[in-house]
């Protein structure tokens, strides 16, 4: 503790005086100690100072005081002959205590831990602290979400907060749902007639193109209905494989999907030439469309509608004593496989055989 000693006027020549402490509430070697000696004013100066060493302690008490006496002084008199010094309490007393109040807020989910221990919210969210104690508290996202930052007692968007318990003391963790987005791309396969995409709640109801925010892990069930004549022909992306007609995803990262809608294309076959016989047909469809076949060994000719996109097979079947000579139209040679990506018509050629 300093005790400053004012002489009235600045000094012409060194000003001494002598000095020593003397108990008061407060006791030498318990709360302050012993001191004495000579304090000089330089000349040219207005004041010197004393310096008392106090000694602190643990134990909460009243505020207590001492006194520095002045006498003998030298080159002055002495008007005031005695200072006291208050040596102020601020010592903790262990059984007062501040509650600490925790709270969370967002979209998001995760928890609050503190140390020291005693906040883990979680389930514990309010909790009595020590008086004057340091508190850092900590907080933690769960998986899909975020932690965006502090309010109340705190206000940093990162990190920890740190709050002394002088009061009782309010702080809210925000938490943020991680969130990615969703796109589906309607393609029209072979012609402007095509279809919707949407979801039951209508947070998506596409035309061509559209897009969505979902939370992560959020299960999002694509549903699809066709317009006209198009026909659905399958969803690309990262669908639940247990579903052909629907699309369903988990948003646990960006994703993309694209629905493929299908219009019909038109083929004809005919068997000409001298040779008795007829032809058979089997066709794939596109994506997961299925396919199919069709054996007619005594028709001439035969025509029908197919998808878009749709791989078919077209083979003669001669009956015997006639032979097949080729393919013309849209094949030509001995095979014919061909993709309805547009009408297409083939003509076999069978003749007799000699002999």
Known sequence: ??????????????ITVSYVTANGTAKVDT??????????????????????PVIGDTTKENNETFTVRLSSPIGARILTAAGTGTITNDDTDST???TLTVAKSGNGSGKVTSSPAGIDCGTDCSEDFKWRTQVTLTAMADAGSEFTGWSGA??????????TMNEATSVTATFRATQFQLTVIRALDGGPSGGTVYTADSVINCG???????????????????NGDALFTGFDGPCDPAYQSECLVTMDQAVTVTAHFATNRTYSVSIT???????????????????????????????????????????????????????????????????????????GNLDRTTG
């Open 273 to 347: 030439g001298a040779g008795k016989g007829g032809f058979s047909i089997t066709w794939v469809g596109p994506r997961n469309t299925g396919g199919g076949s069709t054996n007619c060994p005594d028709c001439r000719s035969g025509s029908g509608p197919l998808p878009y996109g749709s791989v078919v097979t077209f083979k003669a079947v001669p009956d015997s004593g006639s032979r097949f000579t080729g393919w013309s139209g849209d094949c030509s040679g001995d095979e014919c496989v061909v993709t309805l990506d547009r009408d297409i018509s083939v003509v």
């Open 96 to 98: 007062l205590t501040r």
């Open 208 to 226: 061509e193109e559209c897009t969505a925010t979902f939370n992560a892990g959020t299960k999002v069930d694509l549903l699809q209905f066709t």
């Open 154 to 163: 705190c206000s940093n968007t990162s990190g920890s907060c740190v709050v």
């Open 31 to 52: 709360d302050y100690q012993f001191t004495t000696g000579k304090a000089t004013i330089p000349d040219g100066q207005k004041s010197t100072t004393i310096n008392v």
């Open 1 to 14: 503790m300093t005790f400053t000693v004012t002489a009235s006027a600045t000094a012409t020549s060194p």
